[in-house]
T-cell receptor, first 113, second 118 residues
């Protein structure tokens, strides 16, 4: 049971490039979320999904796309990277039952030059 | 809109001191959940506690204790006899609950950097 995994761990992009941050969980969780962490800002919700085929925007969705074709995977796409997207990105999942909490992946550190 | 305020940006203590991290929240929901997470220098997020809005009972886990007061919208975290390994950023977070009682959208505070010096 690997929990929540994220790849890559670190990535450098040039402005305008696109990339996909991968997130996978093996706990059969319905709920998955993406957060970004910036210095002094805490974590902010980008997008979330309440099940395969269902996604919605969080607090800071601009510049990011998501899709959820399977329960296990929830990739985050940057279509045209900007320096303002330099951040640490965390993926999280939860089962949705009343006593469950969110489990976080190890994070992806992204630098956009 | 939900909001979590951690007014203490940084705290520095000497080992064995007690330290309290403050958390004040705002929400219009009657049902909600409060969390504390620890982020050590290695960067991962470690879940510490989850508390629902129905349960104002304080909780103690070893050297950690939490004081939830609905009347003041606060959920403070105390570390007793701090240790160097407690050095980390601590986040307080708030979650709305959907009709099923689950939680999946966290609103985080900006975090408090705790440094415990030997």
């Amino acid at each position: 049971n690997a929990g929540v995994t994220q790849t890559p761990k670190f990535q450098v992009l040039k402005t305008g490039q696109s990339m996909t941050l991968q997130c996978a969980q093996d706990m059969n969780h319905e709920y998955m979320s993406w957060y970004r962490q910036d210095p002094g800002m805490g974590l902010r919700l980008i997008h979330y999904s309440v099940g395969a085929g269902i996604t919605d925007q969080g607090e800071v969705p601009n510049g990011y796309n998501v899709s959820r074709s399977t329960t296990e995977d929830f990739p985050l796409r940057l279509l045209s990277a900007a320096p303002s997207q330099t951040s640490v990105y965390f993926c999280a999942s939860s089962s949705g039952t009343g006593q469950e909490t969110q489990y976080f992946g190890p994070g992806t550190r992204l630098l956009v030059l | 809109a939900q909001k979590v305020t951690q007014a203490q940006t940084e705290i520095s203590v000497v080992e064995k001191e007690d330290v309290t991290l403050d958390c004040v929240y705002e929400t219009r929901d009657t049902t909600y959940y409060l969390f504390w997470y620890k982020q050590p220098p290695s960067g991962e997020l470690v879940f510490l506690i989850r508390r629902n809005s129905f349960d104002e009972q304080n909780e103690i886990s070893g050297r950690y204790s939490w004081n939830f007061q609905k009347s003041t919208s606060s959920f403070n975290f105390t570390i007793t006899a701090s240790q160097v390994v407690d050095s980390a950023v601590y986040f307080c977070a708030l979650s709305e609950a959907n009709s099923g009682g689950s939680n999946y959208k966290l609103t985080f505070g900006k975090g408090t950097l705790l440094t415990v010096n030997p």
